[in-house]
C-alpha cells in the first residue's frame, strides 16, 4: 500500500524557537511532488511549501524549509523562529498515484508564549 | 479576488435526506476535488474531475455524487447511502490534472440530525 506517515502526532515548540515535523511514505514513483499544508482553526488549508522530486536542493519559503531525503523517502519540515501563528495542524502531502493527493494524519503544532 | 468559496459553511442533514454542497472557482482551474476529513485525521479523496463533464472515483465515492457541467462549478451530494456522512468537507482545486499545487477552499462542516 502506497502511504504518508507523519509519526508525531502533536508537537509543542516555545515562541521564537526551532521546530521539525517529519514526515515518511512509501512510493514507487520516480517523479512526484511534496506538500506541506497547513491548517489553522478556521479549519482553511493553507500551502506552506512544495518540493519537486527531481530537485536535489531543499525548498525554503521564509522561516519554512525542508529536509527532502529522496532515498530515505522522508520530507521533514523545519519551521524556524516559531511564531504564535504558526499553531494549527500540519498535514504533509504527496501525489503517489496519478493525481491524486495523498495526506499524511497529521501533525498538531502548538507554539507557546 | 480569485479563490474558492464553499456554501454553505455549516449543513444538517436529516436521516434518508440527500444534500448538495457547492463548490465554485473562479482560478480558471481546469482540475477540482472534494475532500473529507474526520476529527483529527486527514484528508481522503471522493471524488475529482479533470476536465468539464468528467470526473473520477477517488478512495471513498460510495454513497457520493458529483456533476461537472461547467469548468468553474463542481457540487457535491451526499446521498442517502452514505450511513456516516458528519464529517468536513473541503473542495480544492488545481491548474490542471498532474501534479500542480492544489489549492482548497475554506470548507463545508455537515451533522446529521
Known amino acids: 500500500a502506497q502511504t504518508v506517515t507523519q509519526s508525531q502526532p502533536e508537537m509543542s515548540v516555545q515562541e521564537a524557537e526551532t521546530v521539525t515535523l517529519s514526515c515518511t511514505y512509501d512510493t514507487s514513483e520516480n517523479n512526484y511532488y511534496l506538500f506541506w499544508y497547513k491548517q489553522p482553526p478556521s479549519r482553511q488549508m493553507i500551502l506552506v511549501i512544495r518540493?519537486?522530486?527531481?530537485?536535489?536542493q531543499n525548498a525554503t519559503e521564509n522561516r519554512f524549509s525542508v529536509n527532502f531525503q529522496k532515498a530515505a523517502k522522508s520530507f521533514s519540515l523545519k519551521i524556524s523562529d516559531s511564531q504564535l501563528g504558526d499553531t494549527a495542524m500540519y498535514f504533509c502531502?504527496?501525489?503517489?498515484?496519478?493525481?491524486?493527493?495523498?495526506f499524511g494524519g497529521g501533525t498538531r503544532l502548538m507554539v507557546k508564549p | 479576488d480569485g479563490g474558492i468559496t464553499q456554501s454553505p459553511k455549516y449543513l444538517f442533514r436529516k436521516e434518508g435526506q440527500n444534500v448538495t454542497l457547492s463548490c465554485e472557482q473562479n482560478l480558471n482551474h481546469d482540475a477540482m476535488y472534494w475532500y473529507r476529513q474526520d476529527p483529527g485525521q486527514g484528508l481522503r479523496l471522493i471524488y475529482y474531475s479533470q476536465i468539464v463533464n468528467d470526473f473520477q472515483k477517488g478512495d471513498i465515492a460510495e454513497g457520493y455524487s458529483v456533476s461537472r457541467e461547467k469548468k468553474e462549478s463542481f457540487p457535491l451530494t451526499v446521498t442517502s447511502a452514505q450511513k456516516n456522512p458528519t464529517a468536513f468537507y473541503l473542495c480544492?482545486?488545481?491548474?490542471?490534472?498532474?501534479?500542480?499545487?492544489?489549492?482548497f477552499g475554506p470548507g463545508t462542516r455537515l451533522l446529521v440530525l
Open positions: 502531502a504527496t501525489h503517489l498515484s496519478g493525481n491524486m493527493l495523498t
Open positions: 518540493q519537486e522530486a527531481y530537485k536535489q
Open positions: 480544492a482545486s488545481s491548474p490542471r490534472g498532474d501534479e500542480e499545487t492544489q489549492y
